[in-house]
C-alpha cells in the first residue's frame, strides 16, 4: 500500500509525462494534493512561448480566450487518459474532473473528484 506522499508523487509524474506527450512540453513545477476524495493537481509554467505569445495579442480578451477553450478541450478529450492514470494510482475512480488555465500567470488546475478517499498507509513523523 502506497502512502499519501507517494500517491500524490505518482500523479505528479503521471501528469508531467501526460502534458510532455499530449501538451508537447512539461509543466516547470506541479504539485498534487490529495484531500480526502479531491485530488487537487496545481501545474505551474504550462505556456508555450506560441501560446503566451496569443495570450497577449489584440483584443486581449479573445486571445485569453481562445487560448482557454482550446486547452480545455484538449483536456476534454483526454479525460479518459487522465481517469485511468488516476485509477492505476489511487485504485480509485474518477466521478469529475475540473480544469482551469490562467493565461495570465501560466499557471493550470486540475481537480479530480474520487468516488471515494483512496486508501493509503499513514507515515511515520
Known sequence: MKSRGEIEAAICDGIN???????????KHIHTHLIGDLLVVRLQGVLTAAEQ???ETFPVEKGRDLL???????IE?????????????????TVSLHHDSS???????????????P?????KK
Open 103 to 117: 493565461v495570465i500567470t501560466g499557471e493550470e488546475v486540475v481537480v479530480f473528484t474520487l468516488a471515494e478517499s
Open 17 to 27: 509525462r501526460f502534458e510532455q506527450e499530449f501538451m508537447g512540453r512539461g509543466p
Open 119 to 123: 486508501l493509503f498507509r499513514a507515515t
Open 68 to 74: 482557454k477553450q482550446v486547452r480545455t478541450q484538449l
Open 77 to 93: 478529450t483526454a479525460r479518459p487518459v487522465l481517469e485511468k492514470l488516476v485509477l492505476e494510482i489511487t485504485g480509485v475512480k
Open 53 to 55: 505569445h496569443l495570450a
